[in-house]
């Protein structure tokens, strides 16, 4: 069985850093009505088409950081998350400047 030479992936991405994206995501949305491993897979697709794309690292973790943002706002009054979006804002304020 051959592969087709548009389906190589390129050497510079690092798998292992999509396999660790993949599985913050999964952790972000857990608990809600998706199985893991369904969240497991809409993680790798999203890593596989951040990889892809041209972004570099820092404009990567920006979006990131701005997607983990939008989520905390719709966490439960259960969690305290106010320590945790200074912490991201500060990061993105660094990886601005």
Same mark, same amino acid.
């Given at each position: +069985?051959? $592969?087709?030479?548009? !389906?190589? $992936?390129?050497?510079? #991405?690092? /798998?292992?850093? $999509? +396999?660790?994206?993949? *599985?913050?995501?999964?952790? !972000?949305?857990?608990? /809600?009505?998706?199985?893991?491993?369904?969240?497991?897979?809409?993680?790798?697709?999203?890593?596989?088409?951040?990889?892809?794309?041209?972004?570099?690292?820092? @404009?990567?973790?920006?979006?990131? #950081?701005?997607?983990?943002? @939008?989520?905390?706002?719709?966490?439960?009054? /259960?969690?305290?998350?106010?320590?945790?979006?200074?912490?991201? @804002?500060? @990061?993105? *304020?660094? #990886?601005?400047?």
């Amino acid at each position: +069985m051959a $592969i087709a030479s548009n !389906t190589t $992936i390129p050497s510079k #991405i690092d /798998r292992a850093e $999509i +396999m660790r994206a993949a *599985h913050r995501y999964a952790r !972000t949305y857990a608990g /809600r009505d998706w199985s893991y491993a369904k969240l497991l897979s809409w993680g790798l697709r999203a890593a596989w088409k951040a990889a892809k794309s041209s972004q570099t690292k820092r @404009e990567a973790r920006a979006s990131s #950081i701005r997607a983990e943002l @939008e989520v905390l706002k719709f966490k439960s009054l /259960r969690y305290d998350t106010v320590a945790r979006q200074q912490m991201l @804002e500060a @990061e993105l *304020h660094q #990886i601005a400047a």
